[in-house]
DNA sequence: TCTATCATGTAACCAGTTACATGATTTT
DNA sequence: AAAATCATGTAACTGGTTACATGATAGA
């Protein structure tokens, strides 16, 4: 990462945080952040837990706190956090909420490359994109909806809220696309030029 | 990646849009994505560039086109779309456009975890949030309004535009979650709580 | 001519994903 | 009791980032 963090991965983040609340083995982590919902807005598998956790205590962020045996199953090990780990999380989350840095979206790659495409055809994908945005947005709002009536407090949703308003902007935006390419402004025009020109047939 | 693409790395969609202007060699492909300003929009450095190509290669999408010498510089290899190439390319734009997915922005990950910080905390860190917002705000536009003077046809910008709207939805959610913190709903007082009642204290 | 920067590529390393392994429990 | 699923972990592979190597030109 450009960041000088010595771990980048933001599921180390998740998992500082989970450990805050108490030293746990990594399938337990798995599992606990697996049913309070955080694939939604983490990135993780069950093997990238193991990696992250390794990486976290070779950055000294987390430590062995001792293992456990049930039965005939395989011996966990249980990390906790350590006072450095304690002090990145701080740190890590006031730098994440406090400077927005520049990300890449796939639909900004995409709007990069759009001439690639015929205009005809792309007015007819941005239609169908209107509508799988539209199901996105029903989804936030009913693992929204869902939660606040088993008892959840608003606080622990408002990423979904985040979530909502970033596909709103996107749908009007991508309503506003629509329309400049039905209007007559000359940009279709071009547009068509453009490929007309570029033969793109090079075989 | 979850799609099943040969090759799932969008810098690779770049390089065969790249290409489909004709044969370049990856050194010519990096210099023209960097002067065309691409970095904006498609993450890459000189060495992924290397690595996307022989990718491309491997799954079949381009095909060296032969090699040139300049001089006793290194000997450089020429690649070129396959029709293979050319179809992906297609097919992997109007997936994108038409087809959102589920992404992960750093700052939804910080906003699931907010409740590690202490409300206090958190209204100064937005608060300088807005502020940076603004400085990517004023930089987009300043980006397009050069290329507009510059002469560039605004379909080549519809990136930045969105980008835009995207930020200033982004600062619109950040000013309403700055308002609900100072406003006296319960809000605070429950965030509150949680901490003094979550010790975070393991040592 | 010495130094800096450009042009071009390779290699080494680290991170992330996927598949696999194996015993325990639950379901049919 | 066979089949499926859960619990737990490891290993192998692939991708991406960084640093390095080396000749060529250009500026001081």
């Known amino acids: 990462m450009s960041t000088r963090r010595k771990v980048g991965n933001l599921l180390g983040l998740a998992v500082l945080s989970s450990l805050a609340q108490g030293p746990m083995h990594p399938y337990e982590l798995s599992r606990t952040m697996r049913a309070h919902g955080d694939e939604r807005s983490v990135k993780f598998t069950h093997g990238s837990i193991y990696m992250v956790v390794e990486q976290l205590e070779r950055a000294g962020f987390v430590a062995e706190h001792g293992t456990e045996r049930d039965g005939q199953r395989p011996e966990r090990t249980v990390y906790g956090l350590t006072g450095e780990g304690r002090r990145e999380l701080q740190e890590w989350m006031r730098d994440l909420v406090a400077e927005p840095r520049h990300e890449y979206p796939e639909f900004v790659t995409a709007l990069s490359l759009i ?20 199901a996105l947005r029903d989804e936030a709002r009913t693992v929204v909806d869902g939660a606040l009536t088993a008892g959840v407090h608003p606080l622990f949703l408002v990423e979904e809220e985040y979530r909502m308003a970033q596909l709103d902007a996107d749908s009007a935006f991508t309503r506003a696309f629509l329309a400049r390419l039905d209007g007559p402004d000359g940009w279709t025009r071009t547009w068509q030029d453009h490929h007309d020109t570029n033969p793109e047939e090079i075989p």
Request: aromatic content about 0%; cysteine-free; glycine content about 0%.
């Open 115 to 134: 001439s690639a495409l015929p205009p005809a055809d792309v007015a007819a994908l941005l239609t169908r994109r209107l509508d799988r945005l539209a």
